[in-house]
């Protein structure tokens, strides 16, 4: 999976270490198979490259439609944790 205009790379080859990246993508296939995160998109970009992608689950449960890379998603005041450096 690509997003549009950003190399990707591995996480170590952007200085991150791969291993918690691995051990939360696990977390967050946890959570989802006792139902407590229907679906979710996260990334990590290091020196504008793409160094972690997780796409899983639903955006839309009831239709069966998957998280993408262009679906959006209503932050609301859920928008506190999202930091950027």
Not at 25 to 39: A, H, K
Not at 57 to 72: F, K, N, Q, W, Y
């Amino acid at each position: 999976v690509k997003i549009s205009g950003l190399e990707t790379c591995a996480p170590d080859e952007a200085g991150l270490d791969p291993r918690p990246l691995e051990d939360h993508r696990l977390r967050n296939r946890w959570q989802s198979s006792l139902g407590i995160l229907p679906g979710l998109a996260e990334c990590v970009i290091a020196g504008n490259r793409v160094a972690y992608l997780d796409l899983m689950g639903s955006a839309d449960v009831e239709r069966g439609i998957p998280v993408s890379p262009s679906t959006l998603f209503r932050c609301f005041s859920m928008t506190k944790p999202i930091t950027a450096v």
